[in-house]
């Protein structure tokens, strides 16, 4: 037995605990017995379609995901983006909902321009100081610091005095393009 198909039952455990069914409330919307889906989620009952389609129609599952893959290797190795002057390394998977980056931003003379998209940022400074320009405000951020704002209103960032500034950044899909594929990036 694979492991995929070995944790078929704590899988359905698991979805019927999470909408707070008891096994006897998941059995009378099933029409199969407490004890059938007792044994079947500890793993002392083979798992067959005869008993899966009633029960991921009602708990709302497929059941792909009763039989996901082996846990996949969760370190991300995507190459860093070296642009404008910026290290933008990559902190999570390509294609996650959430996109996720630890950017290098270096000592400049002056502030880069302006710019303008649609969605939020969240950044939090690692180490170093970093100034944002958001509109008329111009800020400086501390180590243990963080901001968030609609990227909408003009916006700039760099470090601040002579170190550079380490930051971690959450944006979305229009942020992730204006950061990593305006100019010419390239992977290091």
Not at 61 to 79: C, S
Not at 111 to 134: A, I, K, M, N, Q
Not at 161 to 177: K, T
Request: glycine share 8%; aromatic share 4%; charged share 25%.
């Amino acid at each position: 037995m694979t492991q995929a198909v070995a944790q078929i039952g704590a899988r359905l455990r698991a979805a019927r605990q999470a909408r707070g069914w008891t096994l006897g409330e998941l059995a009378a919307q099933t029409s199969i017995s407490a004890s059938t889906l007792s044994r079947l989620e500890s793993g002392k009952r083979q798992a067959n379609l005869e008993l899966l389609i009633p029960l991921t129609r009602r708990l709302g599952l497929r059941i792909d995901d009763l039989v996901a893959d082996e846990t996949p290797d969760p370190r991300v190795r995507r190459p860093v983006i070296r642009r404008d002057g910026l290290v933008i390394a990559p902190l999570a998977p390509e294609g996650s909902p959430i996109h996720t980056y630890r950017i290098t931003y270096p000592p400049v003379e002056t502030l880069p321009e302006l710019r303008v998209h649609d969605g939020f940022e969240w950044l939090y400074v690692l180490t170093g100081r970093l100034r944002l320009r958001l509109g008329e405000r111009d800020l400086t951020l501390i180590h243990g610091e963080a901001a968030e704002f609609d990227t909408r209103i003009p916006h700039a960032m760099c470090a601040a005095g002579n170190r550079p500034a380490h930051v971690l950044s959450i944006f979305n899909e229009a942020g992730v393009r204006m950061h990593t594929h305006s100019g010419s990036p390239t992977p290091s």
